[in-house]
């Protein structure tokens, strides 16, 4: 069966002027993906990533170790939901000073925004999400031949989504599976006859050890 790797990007800049900018811990942390990666010895036949700038860096800084010849695809669908207008409409313009803080109130604020359905205020609404989030996995498995592999460098509230989509309840997914997922953390699908299925959620073990202050989820 091929594998599809669904890798977060690592840590942004919580806080500052640019949220979309990979923190310094970010970078490390995506040097650290790339090792690991290595070390699984997968040969990619697609690489994959979202349009977002801590996306493509995370990419860029995890290939630099992974070594490989094969271009980096960007596609906006692997893209995150919009965290500033979810909270806008949402939840009042939510102040990102409190990492913490902050956490509890996006749960509400997702939970409103799904709740919501097509009829919600913001940009993208959560079916319009959902929908992207399913077309850009199709896609993708679509264009694998058999036994190839794919990795994916994406977000958070993608992979929850995705995993909850192939457990049969999105929503909670999302709600539940994007407040625990790590930065650079690794989501494995299997694809086969019977379709896509999910393997592993969130494995982290190179942020353990030697590297385990190197996990944040934030």
Known sequence: MGAIYLVRHGQASFGAADYDALSPRGFEQSTVVGAELLRREVSFSRILSGTLARQRDTAATALKVLGTDVPVVEDPRWNEYDHVDIARY????????????????????????????????????????????????????????????????????????????????????????????VNGGITK??????????????????????????????
């Not at 909850?164 to 625990?180: D, H, I």
């Open 90 to 181: 949402h939840a009042g313009g939510a102040p990102q000073e409190d990492s913490r803080a902050y956490q509890g109130v996006l749960d509400a604020a997702l939970t409103a925004w799904t709740s919501a359905g097509a009829a919600g205020p913001c940009a993208e609404t959560w079916p319009s999400f959902l929908a992207r989030c399913r077309n850009a996995l199709a896609d993708l498995v679509a264009s694998l031949g058999k036994g190839e592999h794919a990795v994916v460098f994406t977000s958070g509230g993608v992979i929850a989504t995705i995993c909850g989509l192939l457990m049969g309840t999105p929503e909670a997914g999302l709600l539940k599976l994007n407040r625990v997922t």
């Open 189 to 218: 699908l299997v694809s086969g006859r019977g379709g896509v299925t999910l393997l592993s959620f969130n494995e982290h073990p190179h942020f353990e050890a030697d590297a385990a202050q190197l996990l944040t989820y934030r």
